[in-house]
């Protein structure tokens, strides 16, 4: 089970914010990174968004240390890392936020197997948003076997 990601952000209390309007949580700042916050949704599972200022990179300690925070001012402003999170809003709700944001949301259609919102913070991170419904779509995929198979012998697409 993951209980907690991380993530950069341009700005990241400002993302913050938005993220835990979405999943209905609350925000508090990550004291071992300055500039960051922590999303919490209070959940049972110890849920968690961690929001990093842009060319945050974690660096392995030394000997018995703990991972270091650097800067790198050439970081890319796109990565390969994405979370498909279950909250408990609605699509509208989701839209309106990224609206206001100046963010793309667009709801998506994974192999006709189950629904997403792409949320693209700061329209350079997809976060891919599970309303209860598609929540429930996708449990129905991940949790049978027999689709799973399927799904894994399926072509790949050109």
Known sequence: MIHHISISARNPERVAQALAEVMKAIVAPFPPHPGSYFVLPQDNYGTGIEVYPNGSELLPGEGSSSCQF??????????????????????????????????????????????????????????????????????????????IKSFMQAPALA
Do not use: K
């Open 70 to 147: 650097a800067m790198n001012d050439n970081a890319s402003q796109f990565t390969a890392t994405h979370a498909a999170i279950s909250v408990p809003t609605s699509i509208e709700e989701i839209e309106q936020i990224a609206e206001r944001e100046g963010w793309r949301a667009v709801r998506c259609n994974r192999d006709d197997i189950f629904d997403v919102m792409e949320f693209w913070v700061e329209n350079r991170l997809m976060i891919e948003f599970l309303t209860p419904e598609m929540a429930s779509q996708y449990l129905a995929f991940v949790t049978n076997p027999e689709m």
